[in-house]
């Protein structure tokens, strides 16, 4: 159980172009996911925070504009790199958790590799 | 904010070795979550370990093990007996409220050598 899906795993998008990245929760309802970015051999840094129904919050010094994050659902949270640039090629990772309280990890989808050229 | 810290960029070890990674945070809290992460060449993050900061007792899984000393802030892993396998990246991270995100330390490359 707890199965996290991303996709696509990896997408080449020329510049300008806005691509979407989906992340679901195969077999549980996630009530809150996160976005990661990892750059080459560098951590997972926090983008943004997304509970269903709401507005994501985003962290510091990431343009809310730019990666554009919906939660529509509580299988489903997409992020959408509008008007991509070779600068956002990275390897972006969700993760998400359920609502119940015991939980207290949380489960990572396999990632997707933007390249934008 | 906590910063996890992890101070050896790069660990190798012999096959059925031990080695121990390092781990340091700084919070000011006093209940919370820490979690020591695999990333292989895949790049799929994998959970190895989790300590709750208000249990005393170290939490251990098969071959790895982990050294939390609460007061100095410190988090350590232990791999017993390395395989090939264990070959990976390897993220400490730290998680305050169980809604909160995790803040992860830089990684440490583990080599393991036949």
């Known amino acids: 159980g707890a199965v996290v899906s991303q996709h696509p795993s990896w997408v080449i998008c020329k510049s300008g172009t806005s691509v979407k990245i989906e992340c679901r929760s195969l077999d549980f309802q996630a009530t809150t996911m996160f976005w990661y970015r990892q750059f080459p051999k560098q951590s997972l840094m926090l983008m943004a925070t997304?509970?269903?129904?709401?507005?994501?919050?985003?962290e510091q010094g990431v343009e809310k504009d730019k990666f554009l994050i919906n939660h529509a659902s509580l299988t489903l949270s997409t992020l959408t790199v509008t008007s991509a640039h070779p600068e956002d090629s990275s390897f972006y990772i969700c993760?998400?958790?359920?609502?119940?309280?015991?939980?207290?990890?949380?489960?990572f989808g396999p990632g997707t590799r933007l390249t934008v050229t | 904010a906590q910063t996890v810290t992890q101070s050896q960029p790069e660990m190798s070890v012999q096959e059925a070795e031990t080695v121990t990674l390092s781990c340091t945070y700084d919070t000011s809290e006093s209940d919370y979550y820490l979690f020591w992460y695999k990333q292989p060449p895949s790049r799929q993050m994998i959970l190895v370990i989790r300590?709750?900061?208000?249990?005393?007792q170290n939490a251990s899984e098969n071959r790895f093990s982990v050294n939390f000393q609460k007061a100095a802030k410190s988090f350590s892993l232990k791999i017993s007996d390395s395989q090939l396998g264990d070959a990976a990246m390897y993220f400490c991270?730290?998680?305050?409220?169980?809604?909160?995100?995790?803040?992860f330390g830089k990684g440490t490359s583990l080599l393991v050598t036949p």
């Open positions: 997304s509970n269903e129904g709401s507005k994501a919050t985003y």
């Open positions: 300590q709750e900061a208000y249990k005393q």
């Open positions: 991270a730290y998680r305050s409220e169980p809604g909160y995100a995790l803040n």
């Open positions: 993760s998400a958790r359920t609502g119940l309280t015991s939980s207290y990890e949380q489960y």
